[in-house]
């Protein structure tokens, strides 16, 4: 099997994105749903070109009880029964969850999708950018299991990060998100804050100055949108390109993690 330092195989093309080391419950603390939830929405926000409909994205404990279900099952691959979800997944070896640094792995495949042409470049994955960057998700759900062995690829004692995403990205045919001046075509009922989206909550709970909704719980809009959902990316095959070139911009304690780090799989779209 992997020594933890074997960087040569070729799961190291695998890019899956994982979190934080968790406990065997599976369940992402506070913090970890926390930053999940905000660097997407710094990514969202800071999307470039800049995005005109880019909707805040919200914790959904749905979606995590539905993720953690799957991580459970320790297989590295997208979860046939995932329905009209968006999945990202990540995986990390001994240093176990890290939130920021999945997150990092997803989005840095910006570098590969141009937005004017809908294309990624040959060889490269795009999927889990362009999910994080979709437009019209606004639901976020997250799951995390220590697998002694991970089904699909030969690897043992590894973290398994599952996200979903509602409703899902990577439709057929559509783009991430629509260009323009941030929040110029936010959809009614949706008001501008921090450059997204923001959901207009019901008068009810503004009045109520005690009641405090930090945490806002998850909307009970079911979408009802009817769009197919191709839930899938390009088809591409893993590549291992994406693990140590720019990783260093941002996160700079990360670098070093991640050179630390014996095996990093973001991704499979
Ligand atoms: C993206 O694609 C468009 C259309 O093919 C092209 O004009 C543009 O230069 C591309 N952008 C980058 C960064 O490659
Ligand atoms: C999209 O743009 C990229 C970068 O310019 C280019 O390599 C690719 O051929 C373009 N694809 C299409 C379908 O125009």
Request: glycine share 8%; net charge negative.
């Amino acid at each position: 099997m992997y020594s933890s330092r074997s960087l040569q195989t070729p799961l190291v093309a695998l890019l899956l994105l994982l979190l934080v080391p968790t406990g065997p419950a599976g369940a992402l603390s506070d913090d970890e749903k926390r930053v999940m939830v905000e660097l997407h929405n710094h990514y969202r926000a800071q999307a470039n070109p800049p995005a005109a409909n880019m909707l805040q994205m919200t914790w959904d404990e749905d979606l995590a009880a539905f993720a953690k279900a799957y991580a459970q099952q320790c297989v590295w691959g997208h979860n046939s029964q995932r329905g009209r979800r968006g999945e990202n997944l990540f995986a990390i070896t001994d240093q176990g969850l890290d939130v920021p640094l999945a997150v990092e792995e997803w989005h840095h495949e910006r570098k590969h999708y141009n937005l004017s042409n809908t294309t990624c470049e040959p060889d490269q994955m795009c999927g889990h950018y362009t999910q994080v960057v979709w437009a019209k998700t606004e639901r976020i759900g997250c799951g995390t299991h220590f697998c002694e062995k991970l089904k699909g690829v030969e690897v043992t004692d590894i973290q398994l990060l599952v996200c979903n995403y509602e409703p899902p990205g990577n439709v057929k045919g559509q783009k991430p998100y629509q260009e323009g001046t941030p929040c110029s075509q936010c959809p009614s009922g949706y008001h501008c804050k921090n450059s997204l989206c923001e959901l207009i909550r019901g008068p009810e709970i503004q009045d109520v100055s005690d009641l405090v909704t930090e945490m806002s719980s998850p909307l009970a809009t079911e979408a009802s949108d009817s769009r197919k959902t191709g839930a899938e990316g390009p088809g591409k095959s893993v590549s291992s390109s994406g693990l140590n070139s720019g990783l260093g911009h941002k996160w700079g304690p990360l670098l070093e993690l991640l050179i630390l780090l014996p095996l990093v799989l973001a991704g499979i779209f």
